[in-house]
């Protein structure tokens, strides 16, 4: 199986400031044949169901503001929130969907400073 | 619009057994995986079981043998029937689409997921 570990647990940011979260995956979940990272990014705030911020590492979803960006391959990652807004205040959680059984890290919680 | 209604939860003895429903609309449902994910109260989110369009399953240690995923094309639905339910099990399960990047048609990350069902199991 692999492994998805995130850091931090949780985040304090000022409003306005950066947020920066790691994931780290035991095994590379990048594609030789298409050159890409099966690693997708999820915002997840209470009583609601996580949603796709960003796939194929580095790629936004239709919608997601581009204060959030992600980067990184292989096995080690960043999603960045560039500029931390009052509504980005979530569980942030990185996932793999290279291969089954598909996993998840564990979450960063961000809140505000 | 495209939506996931999940439904079947509820509260259920160790040992019990449940199934789980998952209506789809506003999508092609045949073009798409789809998905398994729960989440235990103030916990991470786990993957628990994929079907493939073409009716191939996929299981996690944790509930292979247990539960059974399968999908009703004709019915736009999704199922999960869960057997053998410990307190381990108890969740909210989300039924989640698997994405296809529309500008190669590669599967992608699950990218619509409904509101979830709660899963209680408790004597």
């Known amino acids: 199986d692999i492994v998805m570990t995130q850091s931090p647990d949780s985040l304090a940011v000022s409003l306005g400031e950066r947020a920066t979260i790691n994931c780290r995956s035991s095994?590379?979940?990048?594609?030789?044949?298409?050159?890409?990272?099966?690693l997708g990014w999820y915002q997840q705030k209470p009583g609601q169901p996580p949603k796709l911020l960003i796939y194929?590492?580095?790629t936004r979803e239709s919608g997601v503001p581009d204060r959030f960006s992600g980067s990184g391959s292989g096995t080690d990652f960043t999603l960045t929130i560039s500029s931390l807004q009052a509504e980005d205040v979530a569980v942030y959680y990185c996932?793999?969907?290279?291969?089954?059984?598909?996993?998840f890290g564990g979450g960063t919680k961000v809140e505000i400073k | 619009d495209v939506q996931l209604v999940e439904s079947g939860g509820g509260l259920v003895q160790p040992g019990g057994s449940l199934r789980l429903s998952c209506a789809a609309s506003?999508?092609?449902?045949?073009?798409?995986?789809m998905h398994w994910v729960r989440q235990g109260k103030g916990k991470g989110l786990e993957w628990v079981s994929a079907?493939?369009?073409?009716?191939?399953?996929f299981y996690s240690g944790s509930v292979k043998g247990r539960f059974t995923i399968s999908r009703e094309n004709a019915r736009n639905s999704l199922y999960l029937q869960m057997n053998s339910l410990s307190a381990g099990d108890t969740a909210v399960y989300y039924c989640?689409?698997?994405?296809?990047?529309?500008?190669?048609?590669?599967?992608?990350?699950?990218?619509?997921w409904g509101l979830g069902t709660t899963v209680i199991v408790s004597s």
């Open positions: 989640a689409r698997q994405g296809v990047d529309p500008r190669d048609g590669q599967f992608n990350a699950m990218d619509v």
């Open positions: 506003g999508f092609t449902f045949t073009s798409h995986d």
């Open positions: 079907i493939g369009a073409a009716g191939d399953t």
């Open positions: 095994q590379s979940v990048l594609f030789s044949s298409n050159n890409k990272n099966y």
């Open positions: 194929w590492a580095s």
């Open positions: 996932h793999q969907y290279y291969s089954t059984p598909l996993t």
